[in-house]
């Protein structure tokens, strides 16, 4: 018996080859149809879902921001919102539209926020980083050009800037200590001024709600103007916080909000310590024992020698703690010695500098037949400056809203470190030295002047909030 090759035609194998077919074409279509259904279950997203991440995202980086980027950053916030705010007015109407379908350019718009939120991550994530405010700035540096562009073709409302960015701490008494509470007029205000297009397209008036307040506004062309009670923005004694508030505005029936975004600056500006390191000079002292020195005379005769000695480096001479020392006066006469025969001496004379030391010793005969011999020497006391650092520690002192502090210098100060702690939370350090005349850079709210290198002066300046 003999198996059929495939290729020898049988019937068995000519009734396989179709079935085969078949269970291929089969698989295939199954698998294209299952690769197709689960494309459409995943639709592409919507500009209401783009819209809610981009939200998402920037309000929680705002939960997380601390103080130093809630001044550093504010501007990029900011700009990040009225973008959002405008896109968000522009399509509330193409809400469930795919966002795929927006031409080129307004995606483009998303893909800067997106930017935004990514660079803002990065630099909240790691505090401290060189160059992390640059780069949110620079992420947020064409949103502007995109506000005037909105402005110019769409007929949506769009803000374009408002004021003030800074919200001034409230009133204090000397010592950072908010001041009791004043009545309801007299509270200060803050002027609150927003500008923008197409803002007041409805007789309704704009209404600007922060916390519990809402006004209406004051409306000149092209300007919304409110005036808010200070007492309105939530403040902190310690921390800067962002404030929100909320502006709602009738456009085409409908009604529309837009986020405004200030930091509120607290109550008390921080603390400081100002070390001096001071250079003294302390006086060392020793005491110098000058070689012997030998005067001889022939007989009846005098020999003087004279001999002058210089400080070692460094040191100079106490002219007012010093002696003679006559170590031995001899004499002879016929080779038997007499020390009454020599009237010699050791004494000081004229030095040749001011800082030298000189003597003479002298070998004198009493007598026509003495033979004279005179051994003498000096002690003087030694001084030198030696010098001594030591550093003044000023303490931790309160740092007060627009009172300026001033700061001496100790005299020998040689460096000094100013430490500064601002909202409890930003820590800045400065230093310069005596013979430095640059003034330091301050920070936003802080101001460092030097005052003719005698001292410094500081200040927590209310006046850049204007």
Known sequence: MTVDSPASGSPWTRALVPLLLVVVLVTGAALAYAQLSEERSV????????????????????ARADSLARIEMLSSFRAASLLFDALASRYESEREQPFDRLPAARREMFARLEAVNAALRTAIDRPGTAGGAAAVSQAAGAIPADLEWMASFDFSPVILSYTPIFLTPRRTVPGGTPAPAAPADDDPVIEVEILGLRLTRDRTPPVLTIGSWRGEARVTPERLKFAVPRSAFPTDAKHARFISGSLFLRHESRTMAFQLLFTSIPEKAGAFAFDQKVRSAVPESNTLVSPEILARAPAGETRTVRRCF????????????????????????????????????????????????????????????????????????????VATDRVVNGGVRPLDWDEPVRLPFEPGMVEWKLYVRLFDEIDREYQGSADGTAVPSGFTFLHIVMDGGNNLTLRADTEAFR
């Open 310 to 385: 210089d400080p070692p480096p460094g040191w100079r001479f106490d002219k007012s703690k010093r002696r003679v020392v006559i170590v031995e006066r001899l004499g002879w006469i016929d080779d038997i010695p007499d020390e009454t025969m020599n009237g010699g001496s050791v004494d000081f004379v004229r030095e040749d500098r001011p800082s030298q030391i000189c003597i003479a010793v002298v070998a004198k005969a009493a007598t026509k037949t003495a033979r004279t011999a005179t051994i003498g020497r000096f002690e003087a006391t030694l001084v030198r400056d």
């Open 43 to 62: 639709p592409a997203p919507t500009i209401a879902e783009k819209l809610v991440i981009l939200q998402a995202e920037r309000a929680e980086l705002q």
